[in-house]
């Protein structure tokens, strides 16, 4: 059942358009909620049930501080009982940042001159992979600016650059791609590269702020932007990324916009995005946003939680534009991949220059600049158990397939195994001393927990990995 982008993307099963300002705010003004109505919202959310447009707002209108933190505390313990204690680690690569748009909070913005124009060739783009495979990582996300020097083809060979290179025991396992998008043959020529997930943020789902923050090029087109990802999938990308980018409208109705993203997805493909990304706005070269939306931490914070409770089994993930202590919070009430060891200048991975952000040479600030072994440390202090587990996408359990295991159950089974054993590959090839003996300590607590299901089988092959096999997992 494919439809063109114009019929399902703008419209979905009832004739209305998917999404529908005016049906948001209704939703928002209309909601006022009580003590019950939030409770019977969240014993909803916590029975694994994906929140409805009404409901949401129910949660996202709860403003009295009793209410704020029973929505965390749910948030809590939804994020326990379907993702336990793992957070599965990244790290962006920019391959390129020329660009044609014109994307007001963008440092890579074609009118910004002061941003030197850097595309990596395959020479350095192994530099960087190999100074990331050094530190540890498995899973990197691609990220590329909207220009005809990035096509489909080239994004591809970069891909499989990526994929080539091999340092030590390290390889990267699964590349995934931030980047504009593309017709449905494009999608399938990266597709066919071998990527994991296709990320592309609507930034704004507020069609009048959209047309006032992206004022040049392709990306001016709201529903082309919309529709990209039904593109994606309809060229057998099954695992996609949504965002929105917080600053630029209300959060409120950002977080009502995507829900209802997550519902257009679910309602035409069976299978709801893979992830959800909600990055705020950093400073940025010639950044040129009214700071009127800007997201404040408390807020930031509560919406992390009602995003938790409002799609239950989407991932959350959140990255290094972030200050530490928002993540350390953000990562109890729902966050489940968070990027470690950033670095996103320009070949900034193999100059080594993360002490000094240079604006012109990236696309924006970030505020956790930690390397990947300080965040691994801080994750096991704090009882979480690091992963840079890939077994799903290689073992084909993506998209609607994966659904079919996303029960209650099947995380434990195969997901914590598998953290436990790329955490095992990670200190055995990477950490420190100190990080060894402490990650160890933490893999034995929580194989004593009851919540892993085959502990022999996965106790033999932590053995082999003691003695040097890789990439086992469940
Ligand atoms: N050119 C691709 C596109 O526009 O889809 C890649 C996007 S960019 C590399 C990834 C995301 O970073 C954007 O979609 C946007 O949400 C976010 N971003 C851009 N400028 C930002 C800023 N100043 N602060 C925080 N995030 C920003
Ligand atoms: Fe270009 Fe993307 Fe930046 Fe917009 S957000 S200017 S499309 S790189």
Not at 193 to 198: H, L, P, V, W
Not at 408 to 421: D, H, T, Y
Not at 452 to 470: F, V
Request: aromatic share 10%; net charge negative.
């Amino acid at each position: 059942m494919f439809y063109t982008p114009e019929e399902y993307s703008i419209k979905d099963e009832q004739g209305k358009p998917f999404i529908d300002s005016q049906e948001i705010i209704e939703f928002l003004n209309n909601a006022n909620p009580t003590k019950e109505e939030v409770s019977e919202v969240i014993a909803k959310s916590l029975g694994k049930k994906r929140l409805s447009l009404q409901e949401t707002a129910i949660l996202l209108k709860a403003d009295s501080p009793e209410l704020i933190a029973e929505i965390k505390k749910a948030a809590q313990t939804l994020k326990n009982n379907v993702y336990g204690d793992r957070i599965v680690l990244f790290a962006p690569l920019y391959i390129g940042n020329k660009c044609t748009n014109n994307c007001e909070y963008c440092g890579f913005r074609v009118t910004n001159k002061d941003q030197q124009r850097i595309t990596l060739n395959s020479e350095q783009i192994q530099n960087e992979v190999k100074m990331l495979q050094d530190t540890g990582h498995k899973r990197l996300i691609l990220v590329y600016g909207e220009h005809s020097d990035y096509s489909p083809e080239y994004m591809a060979q970069s891909v499989r650059e990526v994929y080539k290179v091999k340092s030590g025991n390290g390889e990267i396992r699964r590349v995934n791609i931030n980047a504009a998008p593309l017709s449905l043959e494009g999608f399938k020529i990266v597709k066919d590269s071998g990527i994991g997930t296709y990320q592309i943020f609507q930034e704004t789902y507020h069609p009048e702020t959209y047309a006032k923050v992206h004022t040049g090029g392709k990306k001016k087109n709201f529903n082309n932007r919309l529709t990209a990802l039904d593109t994606a999938m309809q060229a057998g990308i099954d695992d996609v990324g949504i965002g929105a980018l917080f600053g630029l409208y209300d959060w409120r109705y950002e977080v009502m916009a995507m829900v209802r993203h997550v519902n257009h997805f679910e309602a035409v493909f069976n299978v709801g995005p893979h992830t959800l990304s909600f990055p705020r706005i950093q400073n940025a070269s010639q950044l040129n946003i009214d700071e009127k939306h800007f997201v404040s931490d408390e807020d930031f914070v509560k919406l992390v939680a009602i995003l938790r409770l409002a799609v239950p089994y989407t991932g959350l993930i959140l990255t290094a534009r972030e200050p530490v202590n928002i993540r350390k919070e953000v990562l109890t009430y729902g966050v489940s991949q968070i990027d470690g060891g950033t670095n996103i200048q320009m070949s900034g991975y193999s100059k080594q220059s993360s002490d000094n952000q240079d604006l012109n040479l990236e696309q924006f600030e970030i505020s956790d600049t930690r390397s990947l072994g300080e965040v691994i440390e801080e994750l096991i202090d704090s009882d979480f158990m690091p992963s840079f587990c890939t077994a799903c996408y290689r073992l084909n359990r993506t998209g609607e397939h994966f659904m079919e295991f996303s029960v209650p159950g099947f995380i434990k089974r195969f997901c914590g195994p598998n953290a436990i054993l790329t955490m095992a590959e990670y200190l055995e090839d990477y950490a420190t001393p100190e990080v060894k003996e402490k990650g160890y300590e933490s893999i034995v607590r929580k194989m004593a927990k009851n919540d892993i299901t085959n502990k022999e089988a996965l106790q033999k092959k932590l053995d082999k990995i003691k003695a040097g096999e890789r990439d086992l997992f469940f």
